[in-house]
C-alpha cells in the first residue's frame, strides 16, 4: 500500500503494519500492511472516515495494541521485540492525549501532571517544579491548584498536554485530541501544539476526521482508508491535487467534483500558495478583455498560504478561450481543462 521514503532518519518507522481482531463473525482487517516514516520535529496528519482505522494505527505505534503482522521502529529500537518492561521505558519517549482528555477527577492539575513523574520514580519537590514549568508552557498557572470539574474543556486538554510532557517524551500522539471541542477552543489548542513542536523539538502525530485540524497546522499527511495508506504528502499538495477517492471525499466539501460542472469551455484552476484568487482573475480579465463565468471556488488557509481550486467558464469561441489560456500560462499558474458532461 502507501509508502513514502523521508529525506531525513525516521524517529518511527512502520513496516507492512497489518493488525486482525478476531470476532464472532470471524476475522476482521482494521489495518493492513502500512509503510509509514515519520520525521524527527514534523506535525504529521493521520486522518481518514470513522472506522477507517486510524485509532487502531495510533495505538499500535506505543503498542497499546500489539500489531498481527510487521514491525515498529522507534528510532532504533524494535518494539516488537521488547519485554514489558523495556517497552514500559520507551513508552516515556510516547506521550499521549485523548478525545475526553482522561485527567484524574480527584486531583487538581498540579497533581494530575506529577501523576506520571511519580510513576517513574520522580521526588515530590522534582515532579512540582516540573509540572510548575508546564503549565506556564500551556498557559495554565492561574489553574494550578483547580479540579478538572472546574476547568473548561480548552483547559482540561491544557492539562492533559502538560501532563503527557511531564517525562519529556520525544513523540506526542494526540487522538482526536480536539474533537470535544469548538471551532475558537480547537484553534488556540492547535496553535499551542504548534508552539510546543517549536519550542521542544516534539515530533507530534494527530489523529483526527477533520480536514481543517490537519490544514492548520500538518506538514504531511497520511489518509487512512479501509484500513489502509490511500495518500499520503505533504499538506498543500493534497488539498491542492488529491489523487485518490479517499482523498477528494476529505478535501471535496460534500464530495462535490469540479469535472462535474455543467458548461461550455470549462478550466480548473489550481491555487498552491504562490497566488490568491483575486487577483489572478480580475488581471486576466483585465489582461485578455474577455468575460469569464466562475462556476466554483474552493480555497483553504493551509499553513497561512491560500491553496485551492477554481472552475471558470471560458467564452465558445476557441480564439477568446486561447488567449485567456496563454495568459495564465505566462503567468505561470496551474490550470488544466475540465471536460463537459454530455
Not at 498557559?139 to 517525562?167: C, F, H, N, W
Not at 517524551?169 to 470535544?180: R, Y
Not at 513542536?197 to 489523529?207: A, D, N, Q, R
Not at 474577455?290 to 491560500?306: C, E, L, R, S
Amino acid at each position: 500500500m502507501g509508502h513514502e521514503k523521508t529525506t531525513k532518519k525516521p524517529i518511527i518507522k512502520m513496516s507492512g503494519l497489518t493488525k486482525e481482531f478476531k470476532t464472532k463473525a470471524g476475522i476482521v482487517t482494521a489495518l493492513k500492511d502500512i509503510n509509514l516514516e515519520i520525521e524527527q520535529g514534523e506535525i504529521f496528519g493521520i486522518i481518514g472516515m470513522s472506522g477507517a482505522g486510524k485509532s487502531t494505527l495510533v495505538r499500535c505505534i506505543n503498542l497499546l495494541e500489539r500489531p498481527t503482522q510487521g514491525s515498529i521502529i522507534f528510532e532504533d529500537t524494535d518494539l516488537m521485540a521488547l519485554n514489558n518492561n523495556e517497552l514500559n521505558q520507551v513508552r516515556r519517549n510516547i506521550g499521549m492525549i485523548f478525545q475526553d482528555f482522561n485527567l484524574l477527577m480527584q486531583r487538581n492539575s498540579m497533581k494530575n501532571i506529577c501523576f506520571p513523574l511519580e510513576i517513574a520514580g520522580i521526588s515530590k519537590n522534582e515532579a512540582e517544579a516540573r509540572a510548575k514549568e508546564l503549565l506556564a508552557l500551556v498557559e495554565l498557572e492561574d489553574r494550578m491548584l483547580s479540579y478538572p470539574s472546574q476547568l473548561s474543556g480548552g483547559q482540561k486538554q491544557r492539562v492533559a498536554i502538560a501532563r503527557a510532557l511531564a517525562t519529556n517524551p520525544k513523540v506526542l500522539l494526540c487522538d482526536e485530541a480536539t474533537s470535544a471541542l469548538d471551532p475558537k477552543t480547537t484553534r488556540a489548542i492547535l496553535a499551542l501544539l504548534k508552539d510546543i513542536k517549536e519550542k521542544l523539538g516534539i515530533t507530534i502525530i494527530i489523529i483526527t476526521h477533520e480536514m481543517s485540524v490537519i490544514q492548520q497546522v500538518c506538514d504531511r499527511v497520511a489518509i487512512i482508508d479501509e484500513g489502509g495508506i490511500a495518500e499520503i504528502g505533504k499538506v498543500a499538495e493534497i488539498f491542492t491535487r488529491p489523487k485518490t477517492q479517499a482523498a477528494k471525499k476529505l478535501v471535496y466539501p460534500d464530495g462535490e467534483r469540479i469535472d462535474e460542472f455543467l458548461g461550455s469551455r470549462l478550466i480548473r484552476i489550481v491555487f498552491d500558495g504562490r497566488s490568491s484568487f483575486e487577483p489572478v482573475i480580475s488581471n486576466m480579465v483585465l489582461a485578455c478583455q474577455v468575460p469569464v463565468n466562475i462556476m466554483f471556488a474552493n480555497t483553504q488557509d493551509v499553513g497561512g498560504k491560500a491553496v485551492g481550486q477554481m472552475v471558470v467558464q471560458l467564452p465558445l469561441e476557441h480564439e477568446k478561450a486561447a488567449v485567456v489560456m496563454e495568459y495564465l500560462k505566462q503567468q505561470n499558474v496551474d490550470f488544466e481543462e475540465v471536460s463537459e458532461i454530455e
